[in-house]
């Protein structure tokens, strides 16, 4: 399957993802009709089964100049919006896992593994 986020292609193998383009879901825009100023993560993906991955896309391509005090060392601000983007989504996976007549099986293991956190990684990526 693939999506296509701030300019950039992502391709998942649907043998072992499952993944949906959590800002878009209906789910959370639900959620965000009721709850105003709700924040969501761009993907959400199920991978083996077993594992839950969040993943914020941000590309500074051709902004480089306006974003760069969000990533100086120290700048809160960047950290603060991911921050708030994995809360909100954290609690729309569960009241999903608990609420939704859509993907009931997606979400109920999505909210089950999101129980689980045993880690957060950041991948960074550049591409010169």
């Known amino acids: 399957m693939e999506f296509a986020e701030s300019g950039l292609k992502f391709t998942f193998a649907e043998t072992h993802w499952q993944v949906i383009q959590f800002d878009k879901n ?7 009709d009721v709850v105003q100023e709700t924040k969501a993560i761009d993907f959400l993906g199920v991978y083996q089964l077993k594992k839950l991955v969040l993943f914020e896309i941000k590309s500074f ?6 974003n760069k005090p969000r990533l100086k060392a120290g700048a809160d601000e960047l950290t603060t919006e991911i921050a708030q983007k994995v809360r909100d989504s954290v609690a729309a996976i ?10 009931k099986d997606f979400w109920l293991n999505a909210s089950r593994l999101s129980r689980g956190w045993k ?10």
């Not at 391509?61 to 306006?66: A, P, T, V």
């Not at 569960?94 to 993907?103: E, F, L, M, P, V």
Request: glycine residues 6%.
């Open 94 to 103: 569960i009241g999903a896992g608990r609420n939704s007549t859509n993907d």
């Open 61 to 66: 391509r051709h902004h480089r100049i306006e």
């Open 26 to 32: 209906i789910n959370y825009e639900k959620l965000a």
């Open 119 to 128: 880690k957060m990684v950041r991948i960074p990526t550049s591409r010169n």
